[in-house]
Structures are given as structure tokens and as C-alpha cells.
């Protein structure tokens, strides 16, 4: 519950099962008459379930709609359609560029490549999978674009600039 600074409140719930509810407002252990609202839920009536996915970890959405996903435990890069289906996924365990450790966060970089942080290094890599540029190192460092263990990657969409969480 919040007060905006008309003097109102703003209230917000998530809702677990299909079905009618309603809300009822008291002050000051008051019922509130004109409170009584009918809430339809707007639920998904179906749950896409995608097989063969090994912990998923990083997640985001491409212009065109694709759904890129790290997996963190599987070493690779998957590729879902945007109503979920299984496109193709890139990568293995390993070291080597286009190789990955634990790959967890995962962007979009304003030239339309794929960023990925993965245990001491990022990669950036084509939606094809091949590894256009990597920086960082296979151990934890210290200096300048080396990395202990980075986790959150994003891009400012209008500087461009890359964050990277560790």
C-alpha cells in the first residue's frame, strides 16, 4: 500500500488462483462502503514448460522477440522463439572463447550482440554463437576489465555504457 500525494492510495496484490475476489477497505476498523470491489484475475490459462534446460540463470528479450537465456549449470547460450519454442542454443563447458564456465548474465549490446558474464570473464558473441571479443581472463583479477565473479549485465540504452554486476 502506498499514499500518493493526492492524498489516495495505491494498492497492490498478486493474485494465485482463477476466481472472483473482493476488496473490502477499512479505516480505523471501519468498513469503507464504497470499497467493495470485483477483481477478475488475469491468469495464464496454459504454462509453457521447455525441457532440456540446465538451470537458467540470465535472461533477456532481443528486438525482434527472441528469448536468450543462460544457463548457468549447462555452459551454453539458448535461443527461444518469443512464444517460447526452442530455436538453438551455442556453447560448452570449457575456457575458450564461445566456451563458458558458469554463464549467468546475459544482454544485448547496441550492435545487436549477445554480452555474457560468465565466471571471471564477459563475452561478446553473435546470435550465431561465434565469439566476437572477450574480456577478462579464466582468474579472478583485479586491474582494469578483469573480473572476480560477474553476475548482472546491462546496456544503457541511450550511452550505450555497459554495467556489469559482481
Known amino acids: 500500500i502506498n499514499e500518493t500525494q493526492s492524498g ?3 494498492i497492490s496484490f498478486n493474485l494465485c488462483t482463477e476466481g472472483t475476489y473482493h476488496l473490502i477497505v477499512r479505516l480505523g476498523g471501519i468498513d469503507i462502503s464504497s470499497s ?3 477483481l477478475p484475475p488475469e491468469m495464464p490459462k496454459s504454462v ?3 525441457p532440456g534446460l540446465y538451470r537458467p540463470y540470465g535472461v533477456v528479450v532481443a528486438k525482434n522477440g527472441e528469448i536468450i537465456l ?3 549449470c549447462g555452459g551454453r547460450i539458448t535461443i527461444l522463439s518469443k512464444e517460447g519454442e526452442k530455436l538453438r542454443s551455442f556453447g560448452s563447458k570449457g575456457k575458450k572463447e564461445g566456451e563458458f564456465t558458469f554463464p549467468r ?3 544485448i549490446s547496441h550492435d545487436a550482440h549477445i554480452l ?3 565466471d571471471h570473464r564477459v563475452q561478446k558473441l553473435t546470435f550465431e554463437g561465434v565469439c566476437v571479443k572477450s574480456v577478462g581472463s579464466n582468474r579472478i583479477g ?3 576489465l578483469q573480473f572476480y565473479h560477474p553476475r548482472g549485465i546491462k546496456v544503457h540504452p541511450i550511452t550505450r555504457q555497459i554495467f556489469i554486476a559482481e
Open 70 to 72: 543462460a544457463e548457468n
Open 8 to 10: 489516495n492510495y495505491d
Open 48 to 50: 509453457n514448460i521447455i
Open 142 to 144: 583485479n586491474s582494469p
Open 116 to 118: 555474457v558474464t560468465d
Open 36 to 38: 467493495l470491489f470485483t
Open 105 to 107: 548474465g546475459v544482454a
